[in-house]
């Protein structure tokens, strides 16, 4: 049966999961589909584009959802980047995987909606565009220090309650990190979007009237 460029793009995110993006060659892509690395280049020009197909993949796991009329843009765009970070925690290292990638046709269509959708909200699109890219960056962020998290064992309750301990000597940090129970929960995700967010509505109704 002849290779078929979605069937490597789903082996290779299989192998993300099992290895890492470190670990994750085009040799053992190769070796895992049965096949030898330089049929890979019918396929995919180089390593990069496979990794920019696998990102987009993963991105469109929760496709955005156009904007109802009279909805409200600041929940329709919370809810589009909680279904991101879903998709981004679905598989291992995806954080690092999209931050070194190239945006292909389905990601350039969402922001495109994004930025359609904020302008008739009445955002400049400049300042859609930089809400937009900001939302993207604490996105990425966060989801990477959730993953690194996990590889280091250090969301483990045990090793949290330890952390704590060498904490002793600064006890403000310790307070807030005995209370929030670290710096990356669904609470606080949500405070940082949120944060986002009302400055972007600030910044719409700081605009002039006919801006």
């Known amino acids: 049966m002849a290779l078929e460029r979605d069937t490597i793009v789903?082996?290779?995110?299989?192998?993300?999961?099992?290895?890492?993006?470190?670990?994750?060659?085009?040799?053992?892509?190769?070796?895992?589909?049965?096949?030898?690395?330089?049929?890979?280049?019918?396929?995919?020009?180089?390593?990069q584009e496979l990794l920019d197909e696998m990102a987009e993949a993963i991105s469109v796991q929760e496709p955005l959802r156009p904007l109802a009329e009279g909805e409200s843009w600041e929940e329709w765009l919370a809810e589009w980047c909680r279904g991101q970070r879903r998709a981004f925690k679905s598989h291992r290292d995806t954080a690092r995987l999209a931050a070194g990638t190239h945006p292909g046709t389905a990601t350039l269509q969402t922001v495109e909606t994004i930025l359609e959708s904020l302008l008739r909200a009445g955002f400049t699109r400049t300042d859609g565009m930089w809400g937009l890219g900001t939302l993207a960056s604490f996105l990425g962020g966060f989801v990477l220090e959730e993953q690194s998290d996990q590889e280091r064992g250090t969301s483990d309750p045990a090793l949290f309650e330890e952390a704590l301990e060498s904490l002793a000597p600064y006890p403000?940090?310790?307070?807030?990190?005995?209370?929030?129970?670290?710096?990356?929960?669904?609470?606080?995700?949500?405070?940082?979007?949120?944060?986002?967010?009302?400055?972007?509505?600030?910044?719409?109704?700081?605009?002039?009237?006919?801006w």
Do not use: C
């Open 172 to 210: 403000n940090v310790r307070a807030v990190m005995a209370e929030t129970k670290g710096p990356q929960t669904d609470a606080s995700f949500e405070h940082g979007l949120a944060l986002i967010l009302s400055g972007m509505r600030a910044r719409l109704e700081a605009q002039p009237d006919g």
């Open 10 to 47: 789903r082996t290779a995110i299989r192998l993300l999961d099992e290895v890492g993006l470190e670990k994750l060659t085009l040799r053992r892509l190769a070796t895992e589909l049965g096949v030898q690395a330089p049929a890979l280049y019918w396929h995919f020009k180089n390593k």
